[in-house]
């Protein structure tokens, strides 16, 4: 019987503390486009962690903010396979917010890719 990939977002999936996301922000990596920025480092636990920085600033409303934030999730929980041992703080642009799922979606799978090159 085969085994289903494990896709959920538990809590080992996610930075959880202040601490955890000084480290990124601190120390990191940075990829971006017109839609995301995203800050990443190595961390020694071999799992992926994500962090969302979704400011007010760049989406006014409640209801965009939590779309970009669940496409976000479901994007990351899709690919941290491959991206495993990296902690990662995602943060949308203004921009982000008039883009279509799609188009967001493909931005955040090339995030992905140059992420786990960095490997």
């Known amino acids: ?3 289903t990939p494990d896709l959920s977002f538990s809590k080992e999936s996610r930075l959880n503390d202040a601490y955890q996301y ?4 601190e120390k990191n990596k940075r990829t971006a486009d017109k839609h995301w920025t995203i800050l990443f480092r190595e961390n020694n636990t071999g799992v992926a962690r994500l962090g969302m920085a979704v400011a007010k600033k760049n989406a006014k409303r409640a209801v965009d903010r939590n ?5 976000a999730r479901e994007s990351f929980r899709q690919h941290k396979k491959s991206l495993a041992g990296f902690d990662i703080v995602l943060m949308i642009r203004h921009a982000s ?3 279509s799922n799609e188009e967001l979606s493909v ?10 090159k960095n490997a």
């Open 1 to 3: 019987m085969a085994q």
């Open 22 to 25: 000084r480290q990124v922000f």
């Open 67 to 71: 779309r970009l934030k669940r496409l």
């Open 97 to 99: 917010v008039s883009a």
């Open 107 to 116: 931005g955040l799978k090339k995030h992905w890719s140059r992420i786990s």
